[in-house]
Nanobody, 117 residues
Framework: QVQLVESGGGLVQAGGSLRLSCAASRSDFSITYMGWYRQAPGEQRELVAAITSASAPTYADSVKGRFTISRDNAKKLVFLQMNSLKPGDTAVYYC???????????WGQGTQVTVSS
């Protein structure tokens, strides 16, 4: 079974930065379309950044210009550099393939990001 381990979250003041990392165990990682998702309390999980196997990124409008997604196929890692953080970015952040798998059992534990005003 694929394992996803997210790290790098924390508490930061508005305007600050964090860099999230995701380690994926999937054997086909290098050809897998990957994304960072987030889920705020009481909200549905949403996709905020995506990256193709060739490292072409796309972003949700809410994070465009502030977040940067990247990947290291050799090490099976996906990163999310988050700058100019806002309180509205507070959420648990997850990485997974796109489209996401059905069922909660196919997600990692996520990493909590809390942005204080």
């Amino acid at each position: 079974q694929v394992q996803l381990v997210e790290s790098g979250g924390g508490l930061v003041q508005a305007g600050g930065s964090l860099r999230l990392s995701c380690a994926a165990s999937r054997s086909d990682f290098s050809i897998t379309y990957m994304g960072w998702y987030r889920q705020a309390p009481g909200e549905q999980r949403e996709l905020v950044a995506a990256i193709t196997s060739a490292s072409a990124p796309t972003y949700a409008d809410s994070v465009k210009g502030r977040f940067t997604i990247s990947r290291d196929n050799a090490k099976k890692l996906v990163f999310l550099q988050m700058n100019s953080l806002k309180p509205g970015d507070t959420a648990v952040y997850y990485c997974n393939k796109i489209p996401p798998p059905l069922g909660e059992g196919y997600w990692g534990q996520g990493t909590q990001v809390t942005v204080s005003s």
